[in-house]
């Protein structure tokens, strides 16, 4: 299997910060990469599909980037919605696998 | 738009098999690879497996011996079946629809608990 590992498991961050999260996947995936939000008691909720592609109504303060093994996602301005759990998730080989999530809390 | 709605028992007793039903409304199932997803308590995200809508499958290979998801196209839905459940298996589970190599609708879950 392809393992996804995140960092950092957790971060505290203020409204207006910049954010970054990592992935990195334990071989190549090109750009099978999908980033997801989830709030508590919530599904989660489709961000960035193929390393840097916005889904649709997704605001422009997120963005993706990376190929190969390691990823990132960036909130360029965090918003008081954007406090949640992020995963990002392999589509390159079966079976389809997740990072253990990264969840952002308020300073 | 298409949306995606869990349903089943809440409590499933150890050692019995998991039935869990998704319903697709708003767009037909006939397209499309169709997921289950699910989440044990405070933990990650593990997917189980997919149905295509021409009715193939690929499942998780850590449930494999468990699982069964099959598709109704004429009620727009597909089903998860799991076995010989236990504690472990304790989770919110989600249907998913995957597009362009994504999961981007989902349902909003249904929780199951694994108790005698």
């Known amino acids: 299997d392809i393992q996804m590992t995140q960092s950092p498991s957790s971060l505290s961050a203020s409204v207006g910060d910049r954010v970054t999260i990592t992935c990195r996947a334990s071989?190549?995936?090109?750009?099978?990469l999908n980033w997801y939000q989830q709030k508590p008691g919530k599904a989660p909720k489709l961000l960035i599909y193929?390393?840097?592609s916005f889904q649709s109504g997704v605001p422009s303060r997120f963005s993706g980037s990376g190929s190969g093994t390691d990823f990132t996602l960036t909130i360029s301005s965090l918003q008081p919605e954007d406090f949640a759990t992020y995963y990002c998730q392999q589509s390159y080989r079966s079976p389809l696998t997740f990072g253990g999530g990264t969840k952002v809390e308020i300073k | 738009q298409v949306q995606l709605q869990e349903s089943g028992p809440g409590l499933v007793k150890p050692s019995e098999t998991l039935s869990l039903t998704c319903t697709v409304s708003?767009?037909?199932?006939?397209?499309?690879?169709w997921s289950w997803i699910r989440q044990p308590p405070g933990k990650g995200l593990e997917w189980i497996g997919y149905?295509?809508?021409?009715?193939?499958?690929n499942y998780n290979p850590s449930l494999k011996s468990r699982v069964t998801i099959l598709l109704d196209t004429s009620k727009n839905q597909f089903s998860l079946k799991l076995s010989s459940v236990a504690a472990a298996d304790t989770a919110v589970y989600y249907c998913?629809?995957?597009?362009?190599?994504?999961?981007?609708?989902w349902g909003q879950g249904t929780k199951v608990t694994v108790s005698s």
């Open positions: 193929a390393a840097s």
């Open positions: 998913a629809r995957e597009k362009l190599n994504a999961f981007d609708i």
């Open positions: 149905i295509y809508y021409r009715g193939s499958t």
């Open positions: 071989q190549i995936i090109t750009n099978y």
């Open positions: 708003g767009g037909s199932i006939s397209s499309y690879y």
